[in-house]
């Protein structure tokens, strides 16, 4: 499908949605402004947060809180776990030392960290960072561990065969080998990074989008709440797209056949 | 010195079923050795022994004079499935080689020019593999191996994914370079021309377990016959002398591929 149709065809859904919200909320009445907010009080609401503030904070200042937890655990979870899973891909001796702990690890849901998490850093942004970090660090390590392993073996052979010194074989085949499942590792970990963050900011945060949620929770405001998700959903799409912007870049060399030669 | 001496190599892999058998062969240094034989009777094992990337179950794989333990780049290998970087360019393919040696920056990209202007690629420095088609990606592949200008030549039907033009092209090629600077070069194929135009002389091997049936000088016959005052592939072709050595060759083949359909 050409791209401007696609579009189009986006814009509709959108447009549909955005019009049965208005018929069933404001209109019809069908559904209660107690349970779902109608899109005046949804935008009043977010006029307010904006302008005067709402829960000690303006609206971009709970934006910005959030944006840095979800890039500084999600940048953590890729320093630490595309390395090691480089590691575990290419050493046997490291996947069976290492894969051990990954068992154990991995069924336990990362807001079940929270509360180990409180206990060594305390209330600030440490322990939220360190939650979002165990959530986004699984993926990058088991899908990097994976692509390492897709690398056909003749290319391993070529790269030894040309005397590519340590590094380099690491920077140059290792790395750009496993890269496309690197990038799905990553988009799975930035996800997860979104999901962690707003159960993260339900425990004693000062400023942040989970910290909003939860008050207007506590106050009982279906219109501020609405306004919460939505600036979840708005910059969870940007950063998935911005990370998607680099991943065309580095993986240009994959685009299919009849690509510029 | 760089020759390649199998000693007694016998190979089974993991299972124990034998892959080779009691294989002795010697290529001397710059000498050009062809190996021919059924599918599956082990030749690309024979030439991954002398890479370095199998090692034999018994007897000894010597390169110069020591045993082989490694890969390594005074042994280029041609593989039979190419085996290029997918995320680097024709130029970055064949540049790799050259850059782990330390060759200057100026004196690389000469080589590499030269490399892709002896594979017929000019304009497509800058394209991935992807692009290419698999006869162009083969080409790629032996001027990486080339470029490295290497003692050892391995060469896993090298020309297999040409067509028939390219193919005389290369083959021509590999002739000239041949003489101008003789390398010491194992050549695996499933053709007997192509050997016997080629090689010095030609290893004939047998099906499963593999073993050396025979080896055909080739040398002593182009010499003597005067092979060289021919430029053309087609009219060395031609000549009796060398019609009577591919017969030969293929009669040999021929008793192994019956054999292997009882
Ligand atoms: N890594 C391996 N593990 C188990 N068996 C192997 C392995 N490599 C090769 N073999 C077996 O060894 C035999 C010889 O394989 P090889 O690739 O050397 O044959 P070949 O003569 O090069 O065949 P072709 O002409 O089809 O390329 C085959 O039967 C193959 O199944
Ligand atoms: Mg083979």
């Known amino acids: ?261 | 010195m760089s020759s390649i001496r199998f000693d007694a190599v016998g190979k089974s892999f993991g299972g124990g079923v034998l892959t080779l058998q009691d294989i002795n062969l010697d290529v001397a240094d710059k000498e050009f050795v062809a190996i021919v034989g059924p599918s599956g009777c082990g030749k690309t094992t024979c030439l991954r022994m002398a890479a370095g990337f199998d090692f034999p179950t018994s007897g000894r794989v010597l390169v110069g004079n020591s045993e082989v333990t490694k890969p390594g780049p005074d042994r280029a290998v041609v593989f039979q499935q190419f085996a290029l970087f997918p995320w680097k360019t024709v130029t970055e393919n064949i540049e790799l080689g050259l850059r782990n040696k330390s060759v200057a920056r100026d004196e690389r990209k000469a080589r590499v020019a030269d490399a892709v202007a002896m594979i017929g690629l000019g304009g497509y420095e800058n394209s991935y593999p992807h692009q290419l088609s698999g006869g162009m990606q083969q080409r790629v592949a032996i001027a990486r191996a080339y470029v490295l200008d290497p003692q050892v030549l391995l060469m896993d039907e090298p020309f297999g994914a040409l067509d028939a033009q390219t193919r005389v092209v290369m083959q021509e090629e590999l002739v000239r370079l041949a003489r101008l600077n003789p390398r010491t070069v194992l050549f695996i194929t499933h053709g007997v021309e192509e050997a016997v135009y080629l090689a010095d002389r030609v290893a004939i091997m047998t099906r499963r377990p593999g073993r050396i049936k025979e080896i055909v000088d080739v040398k002593s016959v182009r010499i003597a016959e005067r092979w060289d005052s021919h430029s053309r592939i087609e009219d060395v072709m031609d000549l009796e002398s060398f019609v009577h050595l591919r017969t030969h060759i293929w009669k040999s083949l021929r008793e192994e591929k019956a054999g292997a359909d009882h």
């Open chain 1, 1 to 261: 499908m050409p791209l401007s149709r696609r579009s189009a065809v986006g814009v509709t859904t959108l447009a549909v949605v955005a019009l049965a919200w208005v018929l069933l909320t404001g209109v019809s009445g069908l559904v209660s402004p107690g349970r779902f907010p109608t899109p005046a009080d949804t935008w009043a609401a977010g006029i307010q947060a904006m302008m005067r503030g709402y829960g000690d904070a303006t609206l971009v200042v709970h934006v910005l809180q959030s944006l840095k937890l979800v890039a500084l655990g999600f940048l953590a979870s890729i320093a630490v776990g595309v390395p090691l899973g480089l590691l575990m891909g290419w050493s046997k001796t490291a996947e069976a030392v290492l894969n051990p702990v990954f068992m154990l690890l991995r069924p336990i849901p990362p807001l079940a960290w929270i509360p180990l998490a409180i206990l060594w850093l305390g209330l600030g942004d440490g322990a939220k960072i360190l939650v979002i970090f165990f959530a986004a660090f699984v993926p990058s390590v088991i899908n990097t561990q994976v692509g390492v392993k897709t690398i056909e073996r003749p290319v391993i052979e070529a790269a030894r065969m040309l005397g590519t010194p340590r590094w380099r074989f690491v920077r140059e085949v290792l790395v750009p080998g496993a890269s496309p499942m690197i990038f799905t590792g990553l988009r799975l970990s930035l996800q997860a990074s979104w999901t962690t963050l707003v159960a993260a900011e339900l425990v004693g945060a000062l400023a942040g989008l989970g910290h909003m949620l939860n008050l207007a929770q506590q106050d009982l405001y279906p219109g501020m709440i609405l306004v919460g998700m939505v600036c979840v959903a708005i910059f969870g799409a940007l950063t998935t797209a911005l990370l998607g912007a680099v991943e065309r870049r580095a993986l240009a060399w994959k685009r299919t056949r009849g690509g510029a030669a």
